[in-house]
């Protein structure tokens, strides 16, 4: 069983920036791919990011250079920094694998509002 914890959202002004953390459990880490996902109001669920355990990194069109995903192999720990964040980047955001377990954790709350 996937056990995920995400933190780092909050309300932020357009053009700010985020950083998101996600510290899954050992079992579900290691050589796997990690990816953040996101679900805006009245939308599905849709992965954003994924890097793979060598560090290679794959992107959204809609958020490609401006999230950077990363992951800590010693530390199991997956980040997204979040730069120039636009309204439409209001969402909850959520760790998981790639492909996505079936078990999701409670996500981290990103508000991008003036």
């Known amino acids: 069983q996937v056990q995920l914890g995400e933190s780092g959202g909050g309300l932020v002004q357009p053009g700010g920036s985020l950083r998101l953390s996600c510290a899954p459990s050992?079992?579900?880490?290691?050589?796997?791919?990690m990816g953040w996902y996101r679900q805006a109001p009245g939308k599905q669920r849709e992965l954003v990011a994924r890097?793979?355990?060598?560090?290679?990194?794959d992107y959204a069109d809609s958020v490609k250079g401006r999230f950077t995903i990363s992951r800590d192999n010693a530390l199991n720990t997956v980040w997204l920094q979040m730069e120039s964040l636009k309204a439409e980047d209001t969402a909850v955001y959520y760790c998981?694998?790639?492909?996505?377990?079936?078990?999701w954790g409670q996500g981290t709350q990103v508000i991008v509002s003036s």
């Open positions: 050992r079992s579900s880490f290691g050589a796997n791919v």
């Open positions: 998981n694998l790639v492909p996505a377990a079936n078990s």
């Open positions: 890097v793979t355990s060598g560090g290679e990194t």
